[in-house]
């Protein structure tokens, strides 16, 4: 069975780098993701989120080494990250899941994560 720390040897670089690039080229256009990232920088949140993946994911632990210890509720508390934001978050990226062509048991793990620690980094109910 695979583990989360396998992920990198399986699907590689490129598999981050699908995955992340599918996620991000949908929150331009959304109307409660896209206000909330830096229109100016959205390169710069896709290789911020693409390196954090790498390395939690068994790969080089560059994010880390760029911004220190993730501390992701902390990075989070400037957004509203309610609800809906929340859902609107786990929607894009299980359609970026289903987009990105990974081997079914990598997806498997990625949406467990990805939900688990979308609710978690929740901050305001409404
Ligand atoms: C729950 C809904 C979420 C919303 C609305 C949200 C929104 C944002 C926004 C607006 C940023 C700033 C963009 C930037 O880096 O320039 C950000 C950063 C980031 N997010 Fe999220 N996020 C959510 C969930 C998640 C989840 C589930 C993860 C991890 C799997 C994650 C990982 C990250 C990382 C690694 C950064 C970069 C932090 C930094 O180094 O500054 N986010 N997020």
Redesign the pocket.
């Known amino acids: 069975m695979l583990s989360e720390g396998d992920i990198y040897a399986r699907i590689g670089e490129d598999g981050f780098a699908r995955l992340v690039a599918a996620f991000y080229a949908q929150v331009p256009g959304d109307e ?2 896209g206000p ?3 229109a100016d ?1 959205l390169p ?2 896709e290789e ?2 693409r390196d ?2 790498v390395g ?1 994911f068994g790969g080089p632990r560059r ?1 880390e080494e760029a ?1 220190g210890h ?1 501390r ?1 509720r902390m ?2 508390m400037p ?1 509203k ?1 309610n609800q809906a ?2 859902d ?3 929607q894009l ?1 299980d359609r970026a899941l289903d987009q990105a062509g990974l081997p079914s048991d990598a997806v498997s793990l990625f949406r467990q ?2 939900h688990h ?2 609710t978690f ?2 901050n305001t109910p409404s």
């Open positions: 409660i993701l909330m990232y830096p920088d710069g949140s911020r989120l954090f993946l939690r994010y911004r993730p992701l990075r989070h957004f990250l934001a929340r609107r978050w786990v990226m994560f990805f620690m979308a980094l929740m």
